[in-house]
């Protein structure tokens, strides 16, 4: 089954200490995505991946990081999380032929609170 | 000006109404045109892409307008079931990122 899947689903955790999201994908898929969605401010690109070590900011990169060593991988790292950070997190992967058949798959979100 | 603009609704209608709702982009490059699901705070789906000649899935249909830059979706014969927030996505040519629409609430009630 094509699934993109994310680990933990759900955190709670204190300013400073550093976290890691994982994000696995078994399609093969060269494009990969992190999103924070915000009640209002729809979904926003927070890091993407082309390919295994070519990664790029998106629209809200700051106060993230995220590595892409292997094709099926794309983790996200808060090396100090913030309460503004507290959002809902999806991660996707897709083709990158641009086509209108392209579908983008989410993963099923971490909800993360940052106290 | 946000790259894709939606009215966030709710659109409250009865079940077998028709509902319609636009997006507006703007970036007049784009190519394609998307649709999605999204139930509840649970991961958003492809509902349908959206051709350039208008397409229709089963009670969906989705048109495109690109001298006015807006893509619209209208539900007919509409389902309890179809109650969620539908998100309006544009893939921008340059360098195949996605723009999402905040979306459009719908609720169908009995």
């Known amino acids: 089954e094509a699934q993109v899947t994310q680990n933990p689903r759900y955190l709670i955790t204190v300013t400073g200490k550093k976290l890691t999201v994982t994000c696995s994908q078994n399609?093969?898929?060269?494009?990969m995505s992190w999103y924070r969605q915000d009640p209002g401010l729809g979904l926003r690109q927070i890091y993407y991946?082309?390919?295994?070590?070519?990664?790029d900011k998106g629209d809200v990169p700051e106060g993230y990081k995220v590595s892409r060593k292997e094709k099926r991988n794309f983790p996200l790292i808060l090396e100090s999380p913030s309460p503004n950070q507290t959002s809902l997190y999806f991660c996707?992967?897709?083709?990158?032929?641009?086509?209108?058949?392209?579908?983008?798959?989410f993963g099923p979100g971490t909800r993360l609170t940052v106290l | 000006r946000k790259e894709v603009e939606q009215d966030p609704g709710p659109f409250n209608v009865p079940e077998g109404a028709t509902v319609a709702f636009n997006c507006t982009y703007s970036?007049?490059?784009?190519?394609?045109f998307f649709w999605y699901r999204q139930d509840c705070r649970k991961e958003p789906k492809l509902l349908m892409s959206?051709?350039?000649s208008g397409n229709e899935d089963g009670r969906f249909t989705a048109q495109l307008n690109r001298a006015s830059q807006y893509i619209s979706l209208l539900i007919r014969d509409s389902k309890l079931s179809d109650s969620a927030t539908y998100l309006c996505?544009?893939?921008?040519?340059?360098?195949?990122?996605?723009?999402f629409g905040a979306g459009t609430t719908v609720t169908v009630r009995a």
């Open positions: 996505v544009v893939n921008n040519p340059n360098d195949y990122k996605l723009s």
């Open positions: 996707a992967s897709r083709w990158t032929s641009g086509s209108t058949t392209d579908t983008q798959y």
């Open positions: 959206v051709y350039s």
């Open positions: 970036n007049s490059a784009s190519q394609s």
């Open positions: 991946s082309m390919n295994v070590e070519v990664t």
């Open positions: 399609m093969n898929h060269e494009y």
